[in-house]
T-cell receptor, first 114, second 113 residues
């Protein structure tokens, strides 16, 4: 079993739709959770960062963490064609943990159709 | 404040040659991470370095791969005697503290022919 599972998609939605992207994880020691956006042939760009259960909102993006279910989500409201990219979830151990590496999901390819 | 700078952006090597990938972290960041991304796969951690120290190299292949982050200059990921399976995108990231936001460079795409 992979430490982080993410549906690879592709996910195709019409412009203006609400998009839901999800990851599950198996290691309950993960404490920090991130969402990255990666355009084709570019580096990952940090979108959201959170370390607690609950919701965190930033503009059209909302990150949700449910540590009891080991489940994280990213919601995109009013999706735009410019949101078309691969979305990667990532997580890591708490500060001071034995390792400082990010564990990534495989990414979900999103296409927003105009 | 410039972002994480990687060079070259594209690198072509013949089998058996050496590949050197460079990464200059963001200003004020002393923690550097290298990741490899194979087609259709997510990013895989390779190595975590601080200045002059390798902290975690659990993701590095045991042979042919090495990394350094000297006191002065960029971090270097070195691949000796490259094989076709080394063809991938190699990304560097940096952060001001461990286990905090890591910012990625644009990557170096290595092609072994």
């Amino acid at each position: 079993q992979k430490e982080v599972e993410q549906d690879p998609g592709p996910l195709s939605v019409p412009e203006g739709a609400i998009v839901s992207l999800n990851c599950t994880y198996s290691n309950s020691a993960f404490q920090y959770f991130m969402w990255y956006r990666q355009y084709s042939r570019k580096g990952p760009e940090l979108l959201m960062y959170t370390y607690s259960s609950g919701n965190k909102e930033d503009g059209r993006f909302t990150a949700q963490v449910d540590k009891s279910s080991k489940y994280i989500s990213l919601f995109i409201r009013d999706s735009q064609p410019s949101d078309s990219a691969t979305y990667l979830c990532a997580m890591t151990l708490r500060l001071g943990g034995a390792t400082n590496k990010l564990i990534f999901g495989t990414g979900t390819l999103l296409a927003v159709q105009p | 404040n410039a972002g994480v700078m990687q060079n070259p952006r594209h690198l072509v090597r013949r089998r058996g040659q050496e590949a050197r990938l460079r990464c200059s972290p963001m200003k004020g960041h002393s923690h550097v991470y290298w990741y490899r991304q194979l087609p259709e796969e997510g990013l895989k951690f390779m190595v975590y370095l601080q200045k002059e120290n390798i902290i975690d190299e659990s993701g590095m292949p045991k042979e042919r791969f090495s990394a350094e982050f000297p006191k002065e200059g960029p971090s270097i990921l070195r691949i000796q005697q490259v094989v076709r399976g080394d063809s991938a995108a190699y990304f560097c990231a940096s952060s001001p503290q461990p286990n905090t936001e890591a910012f990625f460079g644009q990557g170096t795409r290595l092609t072994v022919v």
